[in-house]
């Protein structure tokens, strides 16, 4: 019998990988630029700012591929000089942390709860997940403020956090990727002497640690790109404000440091996804098998 040879698509696989390629690429260059730019010195960048909003059609704003002088005036300024910006930038990593801890806590056994125990009303609180998680902040920020006051955390660094916990995107990942989890698994280790929270915590979080990685990461870049519910919660205390609240008025008042702001904040998301990368990759083909 004559064998069947499978041609493989290495012309296809050739076309995806330079799209792909050139997306990244594309992607990557504001990032890029963003970084080389932080080290212009302020006078550059000012005079190079200054050419925005030139609609001339005979004149081309001035395309920088390198700084004239290699300079660290702009982090210094930040660093030195402002403390107002690194104070933000510290509230922003304080609130991450913070939130991200009790995220650790509060979502995956909620999950494990809503996935494994079978008790009345846990379909309605399913329900109610997947309905907070669709509706925007707008819709649940008047209810949010009014139990804020109610229970004395507005303008405090609590009313940004507690709420964070409880963030039903993650309950819902969390949860179903726990459905997957074969029922011998947890049997035999009952059958071992476990108990429900020794199941829980030597058997299921250990064998979740991939999605839950990639929850973290999910998770930080949502916690370090806080603007709305700072600016609502914490309306009276501007002095709570993490960096991201900063931007817009960065951007307009002092031009000068802009982009050494910009570098410092994509630095932690940056680092935070490298360090999970192999968690993310894992979940999602985990998430394709099944």
Sequence with gaps: MEKLTVRQPGGRKLFTRSVLGLLAIIMLVPVAVTILYSFCSPDEIDAFMKTRGNYDTAVWMELKLSPKVFSLSQYYEILVLDMSILRMFVNSAVYAVLI??????????????????????????????????????QVTMVPNVLTLRTIGLLNTVWAVIIPMWFSPFYIFLIRQFMLGLPNELLEAAQMDGAGTLRCYSYVVIPVCRPVIGAAIALSFADCWNLVEQPMTYLSQRADLYPLSVEFNRLAG????????????????????????LNDILSGVQLTELK
């Design 100 to 137: 991200l801890l009790g995220q650790a806590v509060v979502i995956p056994m909620m999950a494990y709860a809503l996935s494994r125990f079978r008790f009345r009303g846990r379909e309605a609180i399913f329900f109610g997940i997947i309905m907070l998680m669709l509706l925007p902040f």
């Design 253 to 276: 008042s002092n031009a000068k440091i802009v982009f050494a702001g910009a570098a410092l904040y994509i630095l932690p998301a940056l680092f935070i996804y490298l360090y999970f």
